[in-house]
């Protein structure tokens, strides 16, 4: 049976984990828009024809970053509403953590 101090440390670890894996996949959409993009401009043709296509582009970096987005902000309000329930000792001993930024601040 788990101790009853294991069980913060296990929901740490559970939301780590997730912020790990959607900051993850968001850095994929990232990488793979600025990759097409580099190909883009080293391909020749017509400039107005490779800004429809970077439009495309972008479209499909938003519909991809949108659900990322989402999950991470309510892996945020998860981990500040967690964090705040712990008693302040528990800061102190862990050193003292800075209070979170808001997650409006950290995708913008």
Known sequence: MLQSDALPSLATDDLTGDLQYALAALADVEFA??????RLNDLSGPQARKEQVRQQLEAERDRRRTPLI??????DRRMKAFVFSQPSSEWQASGGLERPMPASKVHA
């Open 70 to 75: 989402r999950r991470l902000d309510e892996l």
């Open 33 to 38: 828009f600025q990759s097409a993009c580099e």
